[in-house]
């Protein structure tokens, strides 16, 4: 893990109305989330960590403060100059997976490349090699609901790694897997998206991984709580 700042988010505030009443759901919210290196960001529903997760990937705007991600300022960022940006440089990992159910493995994995201008060939043959990197050379051709919730899960972690991103974004990945599969997928995504020039960010309430994570960042009502570089340490805080 290198010292060098990937993602900075410096007191940043983000609300949401509706009527006449208005709900902050983050309160001055930062962290530094740095290259090579796991982060996951804990504490209870309804505490800002998912909407933390959307201001960052640029997905949601925010009223104050500033995120930086691969030294670019978010806040000066039009809409179009944004979408580039994510569809460049961050991969998204979903707890429900969102495979589109009428496309094959492979077809789902190309999506990014698509995205960005590939074409369907050279889209496929790098999505094929994915996809042959996790474990499913032979499923290839098959649709989503001829995989088993692990199968899917390796299609889902393909296709976010398909276009090479340096950030992953990933919401609560396990909460739909037991304890054997939920640890395989953080060996999997330990093992193919951890790199000197990448970063994993993960939102979970699963304390079952939390020893897959370098640092782990804790939230309570829109703020951050606390740094932990001992995930022993979060069962106490």
Do not use: W
Not at 113 to 126: F, M, V
């Amino acid at each position: 893990m290198s010292n060098k700042i990937a993602v900075r988010v410096e007191n940043v505030v983000k609300s949401f109305t509706g009527g006449d009443s208005r709900v902050f759901a983050l309160k001055g919210a930062s962290l530094e989330a740095r290259f090579g290196e796991i982060l996951m960001i804990v504490g209870p529903s309804g505490c800002g960590k998912t909407t933390l997760l959307s201001v960052i990937c640029g997905t949601l705007k925010f009223e104050e403060g500033q995120i930086t991600v691969f030294d670019k300022d978010l806040g000066t960022m039009r809409n179009g100059e944004i979408t580039r940006f994510r569809r460049e440089n961050i991969g998204f990992i979903f707890q429900q997976f969102n495979l589109i159910p009428t496309l094959t493995a492979v077809e789902n994995v190309s999506i990014p490349l698509i995205l960005q201008g590939k074409s369907r060939t050279e889209a496929e043959k790098r999505a094929r090699a994915v996809l042959e990197q996790v474990g499913l050379g032979e499923r290839f051709k098959s649709y989503p609901n001829q995989l088993s919730g692990g199968q899917q899960q390796r299609v889902a972690i393909s296709r976010a790694l398909v276009h090479e991103p340096r950030l992953i974004i990933c919401d609560e990945p396990t909460a739909a897997l037991d304890s054997v599969s939920g640890h395989k997928t953080l060996e999997l995504l330990k093992a193919s998206a951890l790199k000197p020039d990448r970063c994993v960010i993960i939102v979970t309430h699963d304390s079952r991984i939390y020893p897959f994570a370098d640092r782990i960042v804790q939230m309570d009502d829109g703020h951050v709580i606390g740094h932990f570089d001992d995930h022993t340490q979060i069962q106490h805080a």
